[in-house]
T-cell receptor
Framework: DAKTTQPNSMESNEEEPVHLPCNHS???????IHWYRQLPSQGPEYVIH???SNVNNRMASLAIAEDRKSSTLILHRATLRDAAVYYC????????????????FGQGTILTVHP | NAGVTQTPKFQVLKTGQSMTLQCAQD?????MSWYRQDPGMGLRLIHY???????DQGEVPNGYNVSRSTTEDFPLRLLSAAPSQTSVYFC??????????????FGEGSWLTVV
């Protein structure tokens, strides 16, 4: 299965932009890049996902490198509520293969936001 | 639409006891899965299912059984609880595994302590 590499931790100040990097050099052509975050004592929640093009939603932006071997989650203005563990995950399409239906989490990046 | 519902939220077991963690989703999702999360670590896949009657093992299946008799429910059974199974358990679901761009929804977690 393709794996992701993220920094263990990052820090930001409130209302500043945050760029969370993720390396996924063994990504396959059909793997989607998903980002989830987990607040303390809660289950992970969806942030954003993409395949090839950059993506924007109300929570964040996802910038995907042209070769797809890395991506960056961008929080445009960090708030204290954004303090969480952020997971970058590759999700493979089904229809057979050893990665059928699986989702592999790495350690994630602990984001600390200072007031 | 309640999303993914897990019960119980907290449970204390004695070594050797058995129990079932319940997971239900009301979104007609094909894919359901169970993860465990140990302190300071990411989520590890225990078992998953790609539809009613179909289950498969994840990364850490030993000591756990699952079944998927209906689309809605995916219970996780601990056969003979051990202290090493003390963890937080998360159930997750998504619409279809054939399209890897589907959002994955997580339950709020079940905190299990085995003494």
């Amino acid at each position: 299965d393709a794996k992701t590499t993220q920094p263990n931790s990052m820090e930001s100040n409130e209302e500043e932009p945050v760029h969370l990097p993720c390396n996924h050099s063994t990504i396959s052509g059909t793997d989607y890049i998903h980002w989830y975050r987990q607040l303390p004592s809660q289950g992970p929640e969806y942030v954003i996902h993409g395949l090839t093009s950059n993506v924007n939603n109300r929570m964040a932006s996802l910038a995907i490198a042209e070769d797809r071997k890395s991506s960056t989650l961008i929080l445009h203005r960090a708030t204290l509520r954004d303090a969480a563990v952020y997971y970058c995950i590759l999700r493979s399409a089904g229809a057979g293969g050893t990665s059928y239906g699986k989702l592999t989490f790495g350690q994630g990046t602990i984001l600390t936001v200072h007031p | 639409n309640a999303g993914v519902t897990q019960t119980p939220k907290f449970q204390v077991l004695k070594t050797g006891q058995s129990m079932t963690l319940q997971c239900a989703q009301d979104m007609n999702h094909e894919y359901m899965s169970w993860y465990r999360q140990d302190p300071g670590m990411g989520l590890r896949l225990i078992h998953y299912s790609v539809g009613a009657g179909i289950t498969d093992q994840g990364e850490v299946p030993n000591g756990y059984n699952v079944s998927r008799s209906t689309t809605e429910d995916f219970p996780l059974r601990l056969l003979s609880a051990a202290p090493s199974q003390t963890s937080v358990y998360f159930c997750a679901s998504s619409y279809s595994i054939r399209y890897s761009g589907n959002t994955i929804y997580f339950g709020e977690g079940s905190w299990l302590t085995v003494v």
